[in-house]
């Protein structure tokens, strides 16, 4: 209990470890997935006090209030509504014990130190991590681009451009399935995970 209680007060007990994807049937945050939904984990870095489990579909963040309690806290970041940024590296010095990865989901601000001997595979997340932030920005410039469009066409219905109910009706459908499809956000960001993650 003592090492448990010492080791919080040094900062020691929150340096993570990337677990191997072998275990992560093993972990709190499994509990969490939607495997209804085709959920599944690509990435997990894993301290005493938390686990941070990247899926296709969000950020689940197992968070323990200390090392030495049980209780916790289960947040989740869907990558669809939720924007990835800041993302960053720092790399240890000569004498330090570990590696930060950081990041902003929104407002939320992620520091998760990992020992750096994990510095290699640190670095697939967050090539992935960059990525989905691009992709996400993508989806938010298209969905930005449908509103102007919108009030244009609905601008000409007004001044009757289109005759008759027919081609009215017509390009409405057209409009409603374009709509949908560029403002459409990505939901399932496996093939970014697939891409950079080399487990």
């Known amino acids: 209990m003592f090492k448990r209680i010492a080791s919080e007060a040094l900062g020691l007990s929150d340096i993570g470890v990337i677990v191997p994807p072998s275990a992560y049937a093993q972990v709190d945050a499994d509990d969490y997935l939607f495997h209804e939904e085709g959920e599944k984990i690509y990435f997990l870095i894993k301290s005493k006090k938390d686990e941070y489990c990247f899926t296709n579909l969000a950020l689940i963040h197992v968070d323990g209030e200390s090392a030495v ?23 240890a010095g000569t004498v330090d014990r570990d590696v930060e990865l950081k990041f902003r989901i929104e407002d939320v601000v992620f520091s998760i130190d990992v020992r750096k001997d994990f510095l ?14 691009r992709q996400q920005e993508r989806d938010y410039v298209a969905l930005s ?14 001044i009757n451009a289109l005759n008759g109910e027919d081609a009215l009706a017509r390009q409405f459908r057209l409009l409603l399935d374009a709509t949908r499809e560029v403002s459409h956000p990505t939901r399932d960001f496996s093939a970014f995970f697939e891409r950079f993650i080399h487990a």
């Not at 290699?120 to 932030?133: F, H, P, R, T, V």
């Open 145 to 158: 681009n449908v509103q102007p469009c919108l009030s244009a066409v609905a601008a000409a219905f007004k």
């Open 69 to 91: 309690s049980s209780k916790r806290s289960i947040k989740r970041y869907e990558f669809a509504s939720h924007r990835v940024s800041n993302v960053l590296i720092e790399t």
């Open 120 to 133: 290699e595979a640190l670095k697939d997340i967050y090539k992935a991590l960059i990525a989905i932030g």
